[in-house]
């Protein structure tokens, strides 16, 4: 069975970093489509970004280009996102998924993704 544990959110000032991390177990990211997604008040969930398969290519949102990273750990169990330059539209509950199926095209719906964590709460202060 697997298990999606997200950690690392919080409330912040805007300009600020925070870390996310997504600790997996049950199976590592190796092989799969893993992703971030966050949700904000009263909106949809949406593509936040992702690591694709064996090629470990990275992919972002347009919103996060050039302040998010996304990484994980040379054991491929635990996936971060490293978030710089925090704004106050950054607000939300972050979520971290794992779809072993998802082909490229379907990277950006969260439908496609089988497995997911809690979340966890992003807040960003102006």
């Known amino acids: 069975q697997v298990q999606l544990v997200e950690s690392g959110g919080g409330v912040v000032q805007a300009g600020d970093s925070l870390r996310l991390s997504c600790a997996a177990s049950?199976?590592?990211?190796?092989?799969?489509?893993a992703a971030w997604f966050r949700q904000p008040p009263g909106k949809d969930r949406e593509f936040v970004s992702a690591?694709?398969?064996?090629?470990?290519?990275?992919y972002y949102a347009d919103s996060v280009k050039g302040r998010f990273t996304v990484s994980t750990d040379n054991t491929k169990s635990t996936m971060f996102l490293q978030m710089n330059n925090l704004k106050p539209d950054d607000t939300a509950v972050y979520f971290c998924?794992?779809?072993?199926?998802?082909?490229?095209?379907?990277?950006?719906?969260?439908?496609?993704?089988?497995?997911w964590g809690q979340g966890t709460q992003v807040t960003v202060s102006s």
């Open positions: 690591i694709f398969r064996v090629a470990s290519r990275t």
């Open positions: 998924a794992l779809g072993p199926g998802v082909i490229l095209s379907s990277l950006r719906s969260p439908t496609a993704y089988a497995n």
């Open positions: 049950g199976r590592t990211f190796s092989n799969a489509a």
